[in-house]
């Protein structure tokens, strides 16, 4: 498959290089995603600019379920991909789990009970752009405002982010996992 827009060649400017070394691990080549964006050195800066990859008030793994849980419901293989390939391992999901929140429900046996709830949340704001009061509650008796706020920007962004990838039709990555058959 070839990407509707082609990405940036190096050299690019200090500024989106320094962004880049400082992304991704030594050795590896930018994403497709991140030179594609490069095309445009004022949109690379603001979806940069707008990253939560940072420590926040969530835990890696919260953090890594909400990413996770939203490409797929997306259908972003591409971005699925490239945060389980570097994350599910650091955050102990397993293929159970891989396979659950790409084909699954909230109410897999695999997953715990904060973790149901960060499931659900996703599915609901995936299904209505809302968290319902029941479901706010529930989050509430977990998480900080602060924590609240993060879980909704994070979703909205990886949101955006399958957007991109999707309608880019950007090439998956050669070392990014691809979503379980459905029968795991």
């Not at 290089?17 to 994403?31: C, F, I, N, V």
């Not at 999901?93 to 790409?102: A, K």
């Not at 996703?122 to 479901?135: A, I, N, P």
């Not at 509430?140 to 399958?162: C, K, P």
Request: aromatic share 10%.
């Amino acid at each position: 498959m070839t990407a509707r827009i082609a990405p940036a060649i190096a050299p690019f400017s200090e500024e989106v290089q320094a962004w880049l070394d400082r992304t991704m691990p030594a050795g590896e080549a930018p994403l497709a995603l991140f030179t594609t964006l490069a095309r445009d050195e004022r949109l690379f800066k603001k979806i940069f600019a707008g990253g939560l990859i940072d420590r926040g008030h969530l835990t890696l793994r919260q953090r890594e379920i909400v990413i996770a849980r939203t490409t797929a419901l997306c259908h972003s293989e591409y971005e699925w991909g490239v945060y389980v390939s570097f994350f599910a391992n650091r955050v102990g999901l397993n293929e159970e789990q891989l396979g659950s929140l790409v084909h699954g429900d909230a109410e897999d046996t695999c997953w715990n009970a904060g973790e149901r709830v960060l499931i659900r949340m996703c599915d609901e704001l995936h299904r209505t752009c809302s968290v319902s009061d029941q479901l706010w509650t529930e989050l509430r008796a977990e998480h900080s405002e602060q924590a609240m706020l993060e879980l909704l920007m994070l979703a909205g962004f990886y949101r955006t982010i399958s957007y991109l990838t999707n309608a880019l039709e950007l090439p998956l990555e050669a070392f990014g996992a691809r979503f379980p058959p459905k029968n795991m």
